[in-house]
Structure formats: structure tokens, C-alpha cells
């Protein structure tokens, strides 16, 4: 059974940091495309930060310079540190894992507020 569980959200003032994690659990980890998306109320979910199973990464052009998605093979798990965190950056964060077939965490809720 595939499991992607996400962890490390949380209220945090404007300029602030979170780490998020996904611990991933039935899958071959190293081999698969690891991503982290968001979904404010009212709004589709959207590509945060993918990496590749070979490290490559990618950003939206909000996340560029204030994220940064890493991945540790040994220990299945995916990150997102956040850095400079604005009100526009609250949503629901899910993980995804994407090979032949794709998976979703649940998600964790970020919310940025004073």
C-alpha cells in the first residue's frame, strides 16, 4: 500500500520559515519524480517544486528564490523549505509521486498570517 504522508505545516507570520516533509512508504522512492503542490480555497491545485529521481528541480515562478525542494533517498522522504512566507502562500500543501502511476499525500495546512 502506497502512503505519502506529509508533515511540518502550521501558522507562521509573513517572512517566516516552514520545512515540510513527505515520508513515502510502497514505492520504489529513488526512482520516482517527487513534487510538492498547493491549493488555496476557491483555487486549483498548483505546482510548487518537483525534483526529478535524479535531482533535477523545477519551481513555479512564485517559489523561485524562497523555496527549495530536496529529496533523501536513504530516509524515502521529499522536503520543502520555505523561506520569506507571504498570506499568498497559504493553501493546503500536498505531495505527489509521479512514475508510471501517481500518488498524493494528504496534505498539511500553511497558513501565513500576523
Known amino acids: 500500500q502506497v502512503q505519502l504522508v506529509e508533515s511540518g505545516g502550521g501558522l507562521v507570520q509573513p517572512g517566516g520559515s516552514l520545512r515540510l516533509s513527505c515520508a513515502a512508504s510502497?514505492?520504489?522512492?529513488?526512482?520516482?519524480?517527487m513534487g510538492w503542490y498547493r491549493q488555496a480555497p476557491g483555487k486549483q491545485r498548483e505546482l510548487v517544486a518537483v525534483?526529478?529521481?535524479?535531482?533535477?528541480?523545477n519551481y513555479a515562478d512564485s517559489a523561485k528564490g524562497r523555496f527549495t525542494i530536496s529529496r533523501d533517498n536513504a530516509k524515502n522522504t521529499v522536503y520543502l523549505q520555505m523561506n520569506s512566507l507571504k498570506p499568498e502562500d497559504t493553501a493546503v500543501y500536498f505531495c505527489?509521486?509521479?512514475?508510471?502511476?501517481?500518488?498524493w499525500g494528504q496534505g498539511t495546512q500553511v497558513t501565513v498570517s500576523s
Open positions: 525534483i526529478s529521481s535524479g535531482g533535477t528541480t
Open positions: 510502497g514505492i520504489i522512492f529513488s526512482i520516482n519524480a
Open positions: 505527489r509521486a509521479r512514475r508510471a502511476t501517481v500518488y
